[in-house]
Structures are given as C-alpha cells and as structure tokens.
C-alpha cells in the first residue's frame, strides 16, 4: 500500500516532469532524408455491400509502417500500409490498405502533419473452413503530429482513415494510434 509521502513524491515529480523544458524545444523539426515509422492503435471497422444489411461498425487492433524520403522540410513522400484484423467466434475479417502518401507539414518548425495518399486495398474472412477476399482500389488520410523525444526520433500519435472499395461495396477503418517515427 502506499503511504501519503510516496503520493506526495509521484506528484512532485509529475508536476516537475510537466514543467520541464519540452523534448521537442531540445530537438528542432528537422527532417531530411530518409524516414521510416511504426505504429499500433485501434480501429472502427465498417464495411457497405450490396446484401448486406445492416452491419454495425465494430472496433480491433490495428497498425501501420511507413517510409519514404524528404522532398524538403514540409513535404515528404513515401509508401504506407495500414491494416485491421479482428478475430471472434471463429471468424477472422482483415482490412489492409497500401498506399503510396504524401505528407505535408503546413509549419515546417512544427510537428503537425496532413496525409492523403492511393493505392491497393484488400479485404479477407475466414469462418469454418471458408475464405472469401477481395482486391481494390484503396484510400488513405490522416493528420499526426511528431512529438520530438531525441534528434532524430518522434512518438507520433495519429489518427488515420482507411478505405478500400470492392465489387459490390467497401470497407473503412477509422484508425486512432501511437507510433514512432525516425527522420
């Protein structure tokens, strides 16, 4: 159990981390080069078809990896994938998108990013020995912002949308998640 000073303690050096100069200053937007970034999160999966009815959208892990290089210091450019899987009861649906993005940085000095990016989507079930997938034209866009924490390393919150369209409907993924990215 804890005691009051330790409480006491944690706050002190809660309030004194809070207070202390911000990684970021220490570590100016800089980006030139390669890049390269990893990421996990959760998703809002939807999915619109012919025959289907009403499907209510449904949340599950998710991720992506991204890499490109700098055109200068506002715009990069690159490849992304993202992906959802969800596994209940037996079934197994995944959504995953690759997309060649550009990402733009409206203040170069700052860490706030817009995406938007196409390319290929695919989407697959598996229930009881049966498997079904489609292939299509994907989408991706997003915003995320590049909290600094070393010369060359960022923790980038995100949030992402993702979509796929197939013969007959689609599907999307709202995408909230937490990655690092290195400049």
Known sequence: MRTSGSLLAGAVALVTLLAATPAEAQHPQTRQGFW???GMGW???GLDCDGCGSI???GSYSGYLKLGGTLRQDI???AELNGWTKSEDGATVN???ASAAAYWYPAAQSGLYLKGGVG???LSAEASNLEASDNGFGFLM???YDLRVGANTSLSPVVNYF???FDGGSADVMQLGLGVTFH
């Open 120 to 122: 290929y989507s695919r």
């Open 95 to 97: 959504l995953g998108n």
């Open 56 to 58: 209510d959208r449904t």
């Open 142 to 144: 997003g915003v995320g």
């Open 36 to 38: 390269a970034g990893v």
């Open 163 to 165: 979509r796929g369209g």
């Open 76 to 78: 990069l450019i690159g």
């Open 43 to 45: 998703g809002s999966f």
